[in-house]
């Protein structure tokens, strides 16, 4: 069993969730609730992972608050 880290944004525009794993190319998608865009996510990964195991270009490591004065 392989865990992976999805940064999760919601759309303005469109009101979906999008979803990416950081450093993993082509490891994006969005659906309509969390339970959606975690089902789509998981079925991405699974398809790129057939082709090998990635290369991961990064590591996600965080999030960090920004205060400006």
Do not use: W
């Amino acid at each position: 069993m392989r865990s992976y880290t999805a940064v999760i944004e919601k759309c303005m525009d469109t009101g979906l969730y999008v979803g990416y794993v950081p450093g993993f190319p082509g490891a994006h998608s969005q659906g309509e609730t969390f339970e959606e865009l975690n089902e789509n996510l998981k079925e991405v990964v699974a398809l790129l992972l057939e082709a090998g195991e990635p290369r991961l270009e990064t590591e996600f490591v965080g999030t960090q608050n920004v205060v400006i004065a």
